[in-house]
């Protein structure tokens, strides 16, 4: 009896059946949808935010009272400071800033010339999205140098400032952070809105220069630029 061998199957030897071969492509469709998503929802997460906007002088403020410009201004309650810098997680780039209420200093005018100021800031009581971030405060060695502050180095022309104009000059002074003072120049503006004097201003910081390294946790999908922003916005009495 003559056996027709094409027609001999071996079992487990199936993977040349024509259902077989049709499952291949849909197996790889579908793998190549889940990654898919899976990188979209990835990008969704790191997309860029509106973010929390830079501090600068709100808009308006009341007409300057009587109160003389020259002599000494304090800081008081309202003041904030912080830092921005902007970070990219999967090619996505977004703004964080760190927020703190904790800043003390004084600024004396004389003729209408600032002549002296001196402002610190509390690095440990930084909030980033209303939290500590325990990886910043191991960057910017808080626990050895907790304070950071500003003094001025030269006099500053104000004139028009006690007549409710806002002045917007730069101010070179010296930035101590992470145990390093250097040299610097903010870009300030300043106005008087009723007895309140306002102040708002930025310094570019370049992070290698107060041998700050950015945070470690960031791995090979996401990383912080070299350069971030010192920022406060202060509210100041007259003593």
């Not at 793998?31 to 501090?55: E, Q, Y």
């Not at 002088?57 to 921005?84: E, H, M, Q, Y």
């Not at 930084?126 to 626990?143: D, I, R």
């Not at 040299?183 to 220069?209: H, K, N, Y």
Request: hydrophobic share 40%; proline share 8%.
């Amino acid at each position: 009896m003559r056996h027709d061998i094409s027609s001999t199957s071996t079992p487990g030897r199936d993977d040349t059946s024509p259902r077989r071969r049709r499952r291949w492509p849909r197996i790889i469709l579908i793998t190549l949808a889940v990654l898919v998503l899976l990188s979209g929802l990835a990008l969704f997460a790191a997309r860029p935010g509106p973010g929390t906007p830079p501090l600068a002088l709100p808009p308006g403020g009341a007409a300057p009272d009587a109160t003389a410009l020259d002599g000494t201004w304090t800081v008081a309650g309202g003041s904030t400071g912080g830092f921005r810098v902007v970070q990219t997680v999967l090619g996505a780039r977004s703004g964080i800033a760190g927020r703190t209420g904790e800043i003390t200093g004084t600024a004396t005018f004389v003729r209408d010339t600032l002549t002296v100021a001196h402002f610190s800031m509390d690095l440990r009581t930084l909030l980033v999205n209303g939290k500590t971030q325990p990886q910043f405060a191991t960057s910017a060695g808080v626990t050895d140098a907790p304070v950071a502050t500003f003094d001025l180095t030269g006099p500053v022309a104000a004139t028009g400032l006690g007549t409710g104009t806002t002045v917007t000059a730069p101010v070179a002074g010296r930035l101590s952070l992470h145990g390093v003072t250097r040299p610097v120049v903010a870009q300030v503006s300043a106005r008087r809105s009723a007895d309140r004097l306002e102040l708002a201003g930025a310094i570019p910081v370049v992070f290698t220069d107060w041998g700050i390294r950015a945070p470690r946790n960031y791995g090979p999908l996401g990383s912080l630029d070299a350069e971030g922003t010192a920022e406060w916005l202060l509210e100041m009495r007259h003593r």
